[in-house]
């Protein structure tokens, strides 16, 4: 078990240092950012120092790797658009993003968990039928077209919630509908047909026989057993959550990491880009290490060879 | 001088007596774009002015009526010496920066030696033809000139109250983290891309124009419609920024006041003139042009009425011709003229839009320009350029191609009140390599050369004016340095429990100089 | 497992017969086709079946409301937007950009990815851990990160559009294929085959390929609507399709700005998405669970 969870731990290393890679090089051949900092009527010889003191004029390979040895210092360089350290700046709207993926991921559970147990107990009924529609609307449905919908009737017309920013449960509803809308059709697909299996299972018939009553054997015995393939893949859906928060914190001004790096690849402020891609990597990775280890504390009958 | 005692007065009117100017109450505000850096040494774009505007201050500034007014300095003079120009500055004096230390000549040649530095500062060339900055005493200093510099005089005099004591005490890590200047404004506390936080100072100098609020909070939120409802929903007093769309709503809600005014930016229409294979090379393709797009009906329904014709320099700007008027539309006539000039049945051209929404409905406008050039003949393969793509594409001079050869949609601020002698250089002037002039600029003419050199050589306000008027004339009739089109208009709001008078200087137009909660 | 293999060895022997036999049986999405249908005939049609041309500006008539509403006339079905462009016809033309950039970024990735799986999971070894590396790489970016940084380097178009998503998306093809491929390979007509010295192409076209293309239809069904919503977002975020094309994530960045003046503008085109993403869904998932008697969840 020990070596399995190091050999992961090396992989998600792997991982990030091929996306910091990847990263650096391809937002590098985006464009000049010095043009864009310094003023319209700027000589071409302070473009030049510029670039010299931003350390642009030497070949890439050598860019990197001052990066990377600065970034294992924890420097990561300064933003060129707000000239401050771009750590800080990602540091400061992490937080921001965990929460709306946190909140829209609470949102989906919460919905996806009694239609996907109801609409099996009721397979074929109407609740199935509506649970199905409800959780496919948002599989079918731009989060930023949801999000806006959402403003005009909540915020504009109705005036019940808050549009924009950060601050207290009203803040994040709408923000957190928009996101965790999406991924309710799968969560109830798992929930369901997990339940269809458990239910059909001698146990719960055995229950069924022995005339426990249904609603105990649905929510006790049932549905314990099956929330298990959903929390495993819980990891994965909250790293879909932070990359699907890129567009809804835009609409929300969310004050997250999402729009500080669309903001950041629009300026070509590379700092900020390289960080901020760099950390919602590393949340991935560890989510997905989380979701990988589960599964062989949940159900020990899955080998790590 | 005269409309400023009026003001002075008005503003006395209601705050009833000074002694009682301590500041109360709390303030939320909301601006749709966000100033950078709180550095006045280290700003880059206009928007920074935002809020470097409530905490620094100038030497002078323009008042609500966009006329200048001494402001830190007590008065200010152009000398002559030794054949060279000098600029004379006494200081206001009594005035103190927000910890408490007096303002002197010495803060001003530190921003001075900030400015200089190109490690510092991004605009070292403006400071390329001072000479030197000579200290009299604490509050008289004198700024000379290797060579006569207009753009000294354009740019309000370019320096900024700076406290040297406490930037040496905290350095530039801690002057980031708490900056300190002479505005009415201090600094409490910033979350970038969420909020700004300030307090009223106090021990502001100007007891005749200060804030009557004590905490102000400006929020930012850049999505029109977030910002909008933020404001209906009464969770922000104050907006900047109104989408042109719901400009006519706004004027009409109760309980609301709106302020419009031109936001500094002037937008036109360029094309590669100095390129002789260009069809663009011609005068008559050029004049066709300028009649073939109906900018008041475009203005009228993309825009929302939300924006100022203007013919090369706009009303209020320096050197402002009334008699100036732009091209009227006459597709007719701008068929006739592609036929003289050898299109007969006109002719393609890349057409290069920006999507960026640097002002509203940008790229709107640009698709309807697009449509009407395309109903005389030319006809435009359009391209949307992202705001990075579209300012490397407009570049003169870059090492890599591809070069901007067709129709552009471009822009260039003349700030506020305006003056058009920085933009002309950049995109009037010929390109000249490593000089600094023309680096946006598809112009290549000797006359307008000579005459924009001449304008940045001359200090005398009366004479740059003069030369400012000629200077359109003959850029307007050749159709040179684009074609102008309209000047954004933008619209702020607030909740009439706000006392609120715009100053346009720094800042444009969202200055806290002057606002207060009434009773 | 005794079951699935059956169903297996089955679909490998007559794959057309059970194909038809399961696809015309019960639960057949009608309205969903129908409305794909709609949606293809549109796209095909393109410009000459729109009753005005999508671009064509005409200011005079700008923020015409749908026929239905007060103002608004037969000649504007859908009404108009902020240039005076008739709704219905973007949304027609729109149909078309939607689908070629669905089917384009499909096919491509599906394919580079589907190869890429294959080739991972047959020879394993170093090529397997590389190619794994390579697509955790990838899977660790967000991809609309990577979209927009990839979008910027390319400038923004039609075929960026297309590049980015197949970039997007090729590695969730290559794991899900890949791991078929592994269990695929241990089969004995597999290893007999190898034994009978067929050449490894042999091996991928005739034995392989065959046994992992209901896995790919029910991926690529199920991917239409992501690529959809995908293409949306980038365009709304301005990187993605550009005017004088016509899509309908654009149609939405555009009508953004008049929220208040025209909400047919921003519903109109957003009710199109959602129509056209309910039904590839729901045809995805009837193609899944017809298809794909393991019921994964894919």
Same mark, same amino acid.
Request: hydrophobic letters at 45%.
């Given at each position: 078990?020990?070596?399995?969870?190091? @050999?992961?731990?090396?992989?998600?290393?792997?991982?990030?240092?091929?996306?910091?890679?990847?990263?650096?090089?391809?937002?590098?051949?985006?464009?000049?950012?010095?043009?864009?900092?310094?003023?319209?009527?700027?000589?071409?010889?302070?473009?030049?120092?510029?670039?010299?003191?931003?350390?642009?004029? @030497?070949?890439?390979?050598?860019?990197?790797?001052?990066?990377?040895?600065?970034?294992?210092?924890?420097?990561?360089?300064?933003?060129?658009?707000?000239?401050?350290?771009?750590?800080?700046?990602?540091?400061?709207?992490?937080?921001?993003?965990?929460?709306?993926?946190?909140?829209?991921?609470?949102?989906?559970?919460?919905?996806?968990?009694?239609?996907?147990?109801?609409?099996?107990?009721? @397979?074929?009924?109407?609740?199935?039928?509506?649970?199905?529609?409800?959780?496919?609307?948002?599989?079918?449905?731009?989060?930023?077209?949801?999000?806006?919908?959402?403003?005009?009737?909540?915020?504009?017309?109705?005036?019940?919630?808050?549009?924009?920013?950060?601050?207290?449960?009203?803040?994040?509803?709408?923000?957190?509908?928009?996101?965790?809308?999406?991924?309710?059709?799968?969560?109830?697909?798992?929930?369901?047909?997990?339940?269809?299996?458990?239910?059909?299972?001698?146990?719960?018939?055995?229950? @069924?026989?022995?005339?426990?009553?249904?609603?105990?054997?649905?929510?006790?015995?049932?549905?314990?057993?099956?929330?298990?393939?959903?929390?495993?893949?819980?990891?994965?859906?909250?790293?879909?959550?932070?990359?699907?928060?890129?567009?809804?914190?835009?609409?929300?001004?969310?004050?997250?990491?999402?729009?500080?790096?669309?903001?950041?690849?629009?300026?070509?402020?590379?700092?900020?880009?390289?960080?901020?891609?760099?950390?919602?990597?590393?949340?991935?990775?560890?989510?997905?290490?989380?979701?990988?280890?589960?599964?062989?504390?949940?159900?020990?009958?899955?080998?790590?060879? | 001088?005269?409309?400023?005692? +009026?003001?002075?007065?008005?503003?006395?009117?209601?705050?009833?007596?000074?002694?009682?100017?301590?500041?109360? =109450?709390?303030?939320?505000?909301?601006? =749709?774009?966000?100033?950078?850096?709180?550095?006045?040494?280290?700003?880059?774009?206009?928007?920074?002015?935002?809020?470097?505007?409530?905490?620094?201050?100038?030497?002078?500034?323009?008042?609500?009526?966009?006329?200048?007014?001494?402001?830190?300095?007590?008065?200010?003079?152009?000398?002559?010496?030794?054949?060279?120009?000098?600029?004379?500055?006494?200081?206001?004096?009594?005035?103190?920066?927000?910890?408490?230390?007096?303002?002197?000549?010495?803060?001003?040649?530190?921003?001075?030696?900030?400015?200089?530095?190109?490690?510092?500062?991004?605009?070292?060339?403006?400071?390329?033809?001072?000479?030197?900055?000579?200290?009299?005493?604490?509050?008289?200093?004198?700024?000379?000139?290797?060579?006569?510099?207009?753009?000294?005089?354009?740019?309000?005099?370019?320096?900024?109250?700076?406290?040297?004591?406490?930037? !040496?005490?905290?350095?530039?890590?801690?002057?980031?983290?708490?900056?300190?200047?002479?505005?009415?404004?201090?600094?409490?506390?910033?979350?970038?891309?969420?909020?700004?936080?300030?307090?009223?100072?106090?021990?502001?100098?100007?007891?005749?124009?200060?804030?009557?609020?004590?905490?102000?909070?400006?929020?930012?939120?850049?999505?029109?419609?977030?910002?909008?409802?933020?404001?209906?929903?009464?969770?922000?007093?104050?907006?900047?920024?109104?989408?042109?769309?719901?400009?006519?709503?706004?004027?009409?809600?109760?309980?609301?006041?709106?302020?419009?005014?031109?936001?500094?930016?002037?937008?036109?229409?360029?094309?590669?003139?100095?390129?002789?294979?260009?069809?663009?090379?011609?005068?008559?393709?050029?004049?066709?042009?300028?009649?073939?797009?109906? +900018?008041?009906?475009?203005?009228?329904?993309?825009?929302?009425?939300?924006?100022?014709?203007?013919?090369?320099?706009?009303?209020?700007?320096?050197?402002?011709?009334?008699?100036?008027?732009?091209?009227?539309?006459?597709?007719?006539?701008?068929?006739?003229?592609?036929?003289?000039?050898?299109?007969?049945?006109?002719?393609?051209?890349?057409?290069?839009?920006?999507?960026?929404?640097?002002?509203?409905?940008?790229?709107?406008?640009?698709?309807?320009?697009?449509?009407?050039?395309?109903?005389?003949?030319?006809?435009?393969?359009?391209?949307?350029?992202?705001? =990075?793509?579209?300012?490397?594409?407009?570049?003169? =001079?870059?090492?890599?191609?591809? !070069?901007?050869?067709?129709?552009?949609?471009? +822009?260039?601020?003349?700030?506020?009140?305006?003056?058009?002698?920085?933009?002309?250089?950049?995109?009037?002037?010929?390109?000249?390599?490593?000089?600094?002039?023309?680096?946006?600029?598809?112009?290549?003419?000797?006359?307008?050369?000579?005459?924009?050199?001449?304008?940045?050589?001359? +200090?005398?306000?009366?004479?740059?004016?003069?030369?400012?008027?000629?200077?359109?004339?003959?850029?307007?009739?050749?159709?040179?340095?684009?074609?102008?089109?309209?000047?954004?208009?933008?619209?702020?709001?607030?909740?009439?429990?706000?006392?609120?008078?715009?100053?346009?200087?720094?800042?444009?137009?969202?200055?806290?100089?002057?606002?207060?909660?009434?009773? | 497992?005794?079951?699935?293999?059956?169903?297996?060895?089955?679909?490998?022997?007559?794959?057309?017969?059970?194909?038809?036999?399961?696809?015309?049986?019960?639960?057949?999405?009608?309205?969903?086709?129908?409305?794909?249908?709609?949606?293809?005939?549109?796209?095909?049609?393109?410009?000459?079946?729109?009753?005005?041309?999508?671009?064509?500006?005409?200011?005079?008539?700008?923020?015409?409301?749908?026929?239905?509403?007060?103002?608004?006339?037969?000649?504007?079905?859908?009404?108009?937007?902020?240039?005076?462009?008739?709704?219905?016809?973007?949304?027609?033309?729109?149909?078309?950009?939607?689908?070629?950039?669905?089917?384009?970024?499909?096919?491509?990735?599906?394919?580079?990815?589907?190869?890429?799986?294959?080739?991972?999971?047959?020879?394993?070894?170093?090529?397997?851990?590389?190619?794994?590396?390579?697509?955790?790489?990838?899977?660790?970016?967000?991809?609309?990160?990577?979209?927009?940084?990839?979008?910027?380097?390319?400038?923004?178009?039609?075929?960026?559009?297309?590049?980015?998503?197949?970039?997007?998306?090729?590695?969730?093809?290559?794991?899900?294929?890949?791991?078929?491929?592994?269990?695929?390979?241990?089969?004995?007509?597999?290893? /007999?085959?190898?034994?009978?010295?067929?050449?490894?192409?042999?091996?991928?076209?005739?034995?392989?390929?065959?046994?992992?293309?209901?896995?790919?239809?029910?991926?690529?069904?199920?991917?239409?609507?992501?690529?959809?919503?995908?293409?949306?977002?980038?365009?709304?975020?301005?990187?993605?399709?550009?005017?004088?094309?016509?899509?309908?994530?654009?149609?939405?960045?555009?009508?953004?700005?008049?929220?208040?003046?025209?909400?047919?503008?921003?519903? /109109?085109?957003?009710?199109?998405?959602?129509?056209?993403?309910?039904?590839?869904?729901?045809?995805?998932?009837?193609?899944?669970?017809?298809?794909?008697?393991?019921?994964?969840?894919?």
């Amino acid at each position: 078990m020990l070596s399995y969870i190091l @050999r992961r731990v090396m992989h998600g290393v792997v991982s990030i240092i091929g996306a910091s890679m990847l990263i650096f090089v391809i937002s590098r051949m985006s464009g000049d950012p010095i043009v864009l900092l310094l003023p319209v009527d700027a000589p071409q010889s302070a473009i030049d120092a510029m670039r010299e003191t931003m350390g642009l004029d @030497r070949p890439i390979w050598m860019q990197y790797l001052i990066f990377a040895g600065k970034a294992l210092t924890g420097d990561f360089g300064n933003s060129y658009r707000w000239q401050m350290p771009a750590l800080n700046l990602v540091l400061d709207r992490l937080p921001a993003t965990i929460e709306l993926a946190l909140s829209a991921l609470l949102f989906s559970i919460m919905l996806a968990v009694p239609l996907g147990v109801l609409s099996a107990v009721n @397979r074929g009924g109407w609740i199935d039928t509506v649970g199905k529609g409800f959780a496919m609307l948002g599989q079918a449905m731009p989060g930023f077209w949801v999000g806006l919908l959402l403003i005009l009737v909540f915020s504009v017309h109705l005036n019940w919630l808050p549009a924009f920013g950060a601050g207290g449960v009203s803040h994040i509803i709408l923000p957190a509908i928009a996101l965790g809308w999406y991924p309710v059709a799968a969560q109830t697909r798992i929930i369901r047909s997990a339940m269809l299996d458990v239910l059909d299972s001698d146990y719960i018939r055995m229950g @069924r026989a022995l005339g426990a009553p249904e609603r105990l054997l649905v929510w006790k015995y049932a549905f314990r057993n099956a929330a298990v393939p959903l929390v495993t893949v819980l990891g994965v859906y909250f790293a879909s959550m932070l990359g699907g928060a890129f567009v809804v914190e835009v609409i929300f001004a969310w004050p997250g990491l999402g729009r500080t790096v669309v903001e950041a690849v629009f300026a070509r402020d590379f700092p900020v880009v390289q960080a901020g891609v760099l950390f919602t990597s590393v949340l991935f990775v560890v989510s997905n290490l989380l979701v990988d280890l589960s599964y062989g504390l949940i159900d020990p009958r899955i080998r790590h060879g | 001088m005269k409309s400023r005692t +009026m003001f002075m007065a008005l503003s006395l009117a209601l705050s009833p007596a000074p002694a009682l100017a301590q500041a109360t =109450g709390s303030l939320t505000v909301a601006f =749709g774009a966000e100033g950078t850096t709180l550095d006045p040494t280290k700003y880059s774009a206009g928007v920074d002015h935002y809020f470097i505007g409530q905490m620094f201050e100038q030497l002078i500034r323009y008042d609500t009526d966009l006329k200048p007014v001494n402001w830190l300095a007590e008065k200010w003079e152009l000398q002559q010496q030794d054949g060279k120009a000098v600029i004379d500055i006494y200081l206001r004096p009594g005035v103190k920066f927000h910890n408490g230390d007096p303002m002197s000549s010495a803060d001003f040649e530190f921003c001075y030696e900030r400015l200089k530095d190109p490690k510092v500062s991004r605009w070292s060339h403006l400071q390329a033809n001072v000479e030197k900055f000579e200290v009299i005493d604490d509050l008289h200093f004198k700024i000379h000139f290797k060579s006569p510099d207009g753009d000294y005089i354009a740019g309000a005099l370019q320096l900024w109250a700076l406290p040297k004591k406490y930037f !040496e005490k905290v350095g530039e890590d801690g002057f980031a983290k708490a900056p300190v200047g002479t505005g009415p404004w201090k600094f409490v506390s910033r979350s970038v891309k969420e909020e700004l936080k300030l307090e009223a100072f106090d021990g502001y100098w100007n007891k005749d124009a200060r804030p009557g609020v004590k905490d102000l909070t400006i929020k930012i939120i850049p999505e029109d419609l977030t910002r909008v409802a933020a404001f209906k929903s009464g969770a922000v007093d104050w907006i900047d920024n109104v989408p042109p769309s719901m400009v006519a709503e706004f004027k009409k809600l109760p309980g609301v006041k709106t302020f419009t005014a031109i936001s500094g930016n002037n937008l036109y229409i360029d094309f590669p003139t100095y390129n002789p294979a260009s069809p663009f090379n011609k005068l008559k393709v050029r004049q066709a042009v300028a009649q073939a797009v109906d +900018m008041d009906a475009i203005i009228k329904s993309v825009l929302f009425g939300q924006g100022e014709r203007y013919a090369e320099v706009g009303k209020g700007s320096t050197g402002y011709n009334a008699d100036l008027k732009p091209y009227a539309y006459n597709p007719k006539a701008a068929k006739q003229l592609l036929a003289e000039a050898g299109y007969p049945s006109g002719f393609e051209t890349p057409c290069y839009n920006l999507t960026t929404p640097r002002e509203p409905n940008v790229k709107e406008m640009g698709e309807a320009v697009f449509a009407y050039l395309g109903q005389v003949g030319i006809r435009c393969k359009a391209q949307g350029l992202e705001y =990075g793509a579209w300012i490397n594409l407009g570049r003169r =001079g870059r090492s890599g191609p591809p !070069e901007m050869d067709g129709v552009l949609m471009w +822009m260039w601020s003349q700030g506020l009140p305006g003056d058009p002698a920085t933009p002309w250089g950049g995109h009037l002037h010929s390109f000249v390599a490593g000089k600094g002039w023309g680096s946006y600029s598809y112009t290549d003419d000797k006359q307008a050369d000579s005459m924009i050199e001449q304008l940045k050589g001359t +200090m005398e306000q009366p004479r740059r004016e003069e030369l400012i008027r000629q200077i359109a004339q003959y850029k307007h009739e050749n159709v040179l340095g684009g074609i102008t089109t309209y000047r954004p208009v933008i619209t702020l709001a607030w909740r009439d429990k706000v006392e609120f008078k715009p100053w346009p200087f720094p800042g444009a137009w969202r200055g806290f100089q002057e606002i207060s909660l009434k009773k | 497992m005794v079951d699935v293999d059956a169903s297996y060895a089955e679909i490998a022997r007559r794959p057309s017969q059970i194909v038809m036999r399961r696809l015309f049986g019960s639960g057949i999405p009608w309205w969903s086709l129908l409305i794909f249908s709609l949606v293809v005939v549109a796209a095909i049609g393109g410009d000459n079946i729109t009753p005005h041309d999508p671009n064509g500006l005409d200011l005079g008539s700008a923020f015409k409301p749908p026929s239905w509403l007060e103002g608004g006339s037969i000649d504007y079905l859908l009404g108009t937007d902020n240039l005076g462009r008739d709704i219905f016809s973007r949304i027609m033309a729109g149909a078309s950009v939607t689908l070629t950039v669905a089917i384009y970024a499909i096919v491509i990735s599906g394919g580079i990815g589907a190869l890429i799986g294959m080739v991972s999971g047959y020879f394993g070894g170093v090529v397997d851990t590389i190619i794994m590396r390579v697509v955790d790489i990838q899977m660790s970016i967000p991809s609309l990160a990577l979209a927009l940084v990839i979008a910027t380097v390319l400038s923004p178009s039609l075929t960026t559009v297309i590049v980015v998503i197949s970039i997007t998306y090729w590695t969730w093809y290559a794991r899900i294929i890949r791991g078929e491929i592994l269990s695929l390979k241990e089969r004995d007509y597999v290893a /007999l085959a190898k034994v009978a010295g067929c050449s490894t192409a042999t091996i991928f076209v005739r034995h392989l390929l065959p046994n992992i293309l209901n896995t790919l239809l029910v991926l690529a069904s199920l991917q239409v609507g992501q690529v959809i919503i995908f293409e949306a977002s980038l365009s709304f975020l301005g990187l993605g399709i550009q005017s004088p094309d016509v899509s309908w994530g654009l149609m939405l960045a555009d009508a953004r700005n008049y929220i208040g003046n025209a909400w047919w503008a921003i519903t /109109l085109p957003g009710v199109a998405i959602m129509l056209t993403c309910l039904s590839a869904n729901l045809i995805g998932d009837w193609l899944r669970d017809t298809l794909d008697p393991k019921r994964r969840q894919l």
